[in-house]
């Protein structure tokens, strides 16, 4: 889709599921026959693929290792002992993001969407 590839999401209370009768009993459904009686309750959709979770971690430990040069921390106890959380507004994010840029090439770990 749009170039992007997606992993498709589908809640076990989804009409798929129920259809496929692999959650009927879950949600009380289990008696009914006839598919147009099905009251679902939960969704289907599809959600971007981020890529193999090796990578996804490596990122993410990555990420992990810079905010803590950024609080002067070597180690998860420095962190513990001399981090703190602020509350900044919503147009302070905003700002600490890209922002009056087009993108031309996004980065494997950061996305506007």
Do not use: W
Not at 17 to 27: F, H, L, N, P, W
Not at 88 to 104: F, K, L, P, Q
Request: hydrophobic letters at 30%.
């Amino acid at each position: 889709y749009q170039g992007r590839s997606y992993k498709t999401y589908r809640g076990m209370g989804s009409m798929e599921a129920m259809r496929e009768g692999q959650s009927r009993d879950r949600y009380f459904q289990d008696r009914i026959t006839s598919d147009s009686k099905l009251v679902p309750e939960g969704i289907e959709g599809r959600v971007p693929y981020k890529g193999i979770a090796a990578q996804i971690i490596q990122m993410l430990v990555g990420g992990l290792k810079s905010g803590m040069g950024y609080a002067g921390c070597a180690t998860v106890a420095d962190l513990k002992e001399k981090g703190h959380f602020i509350q900044i507004t919503i147009a302070g994010s905003r700002e600490s993001h890209v922002h009056d840029v087009i993108i031309t090439k996004e980065s494997p770990n950061y996305h506007l969407e």
